[in-house]
C-alpha cells in the first residue's frame, strides 16, 4: 500500500500485497480470500502515505465485517489499481458481502452512520475526508458480485500541499 500510493513501479507490487495482508491474521481467521490486480506502471502521485494506508485499512477493515454474514460462497476482497484516464488512477476494491442497499449508498459516508452494534460510523466519512484532501474521490456502488465495491480515484501530478515549517527550522538570528 506504501508504494502503490506512491508509485506503481513494478517492484512495488510485492509490497503492496505486503500491505493488503497486513490484516492478514484476521483475514484468515475469517476464511477470506485477499487478491490483488495491481497495474504494472502507476504513475506517481502526491499523498500521505500513512493516510492513504489507513482508507485502504477501514475499507478492508468493512469488507471484513461485511462478509461475517458470507456463507453462501467464498469470501473474497479483490484490490485492483489502474490508471484512469490521463491524469488520475483508480484504486477499487470489492467484496463478496451482501453489498450495499442502493439508498443508502450517499448516506454511509455521513458519520455517526452505523448498522453494527459496536460500530462509530465514521471510518468511511473518515476515508472520504482523507482522499478528498488529497484532491480525489471515493465511492461506493454495487460490485459485480453483488458485493460493495469502493472506488477511489486520485490524480497525478497534484501539487504537493504547502507543509508547514518545523520549529527547528526557524530562521535564528533574526531579531
Ligand atoms: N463493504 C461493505 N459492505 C457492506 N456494507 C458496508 C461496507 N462498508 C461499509 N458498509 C456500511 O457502511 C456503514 C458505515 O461504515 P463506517 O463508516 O466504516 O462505520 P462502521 O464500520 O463503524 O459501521 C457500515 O456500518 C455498513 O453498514
Ligand atoms: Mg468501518
Known amino acids: ?27 484468515d481467521d475469517s476464511n477470506i480470500t485477499a487478491r490483488a490486480k495491481l497495474a504494472s506502471e502507476l504513475p506517481v502521485i502526491a499523498g500521505n502515505k500513512g493516510q492513504l494506508r489507513e482508507v485502504i485499512l477501514n475499507l478492508v477493515q468493512n469488507s471484513i465485517d461485511a462478509m461475517a454474514v458470507t456463507t453462501n460462497r467464498p469470501r473474497v476482497i479483490s484490490l485492483v489499481t489502474a490508471r484512469s484516464g490521463s491524469d488520475s488512477i483508480a484504486v477499487l476494491l470489492e467484496d463478496t458481502g451482501p453489498g450495499i442497499n442502493p439508498q443508502k449508498l450517499a448516506s454511509i459516508f455521513e458519520p455517526f452512520v452505523t448498522t453494527k452494534a459496536k460500530g462509530r460510523g465514521l471510518g468511511l466519512a473518515l476515508c ?11 465511492s461506493a456502488a454495487s460490485g459485480a458480485d453483488g458485493g460493495a465495491r469502493f472506488e477511489i480515484t486520485l490524480q497525478t501530478r497534484m501539487a504537493v500541499p504547502a507543509v508547514p515549517v518545523a520549529s527547528g527550522d526557524k530562521a535564528v538570528g533574526s531579531g
Request: overall charge positive; hydrophobic content about 30%; proline content about 5%.
Open 1 to 27: 500500500m506504501d508504494n502503490f500510493c506512491h508509485r506503481g513501479l513494478p517492484q512495488d507490487r510485492g509490497q503492496v500485497s505486503n500491505r493488503l495482508s497486513r490484516p492478514a491474521k484476521e483475514l
Open 128 to 138: 472520504r475526508m482523507i482522499v478528498e484532501q488529497h484532491g480525489g474521490k471515493l
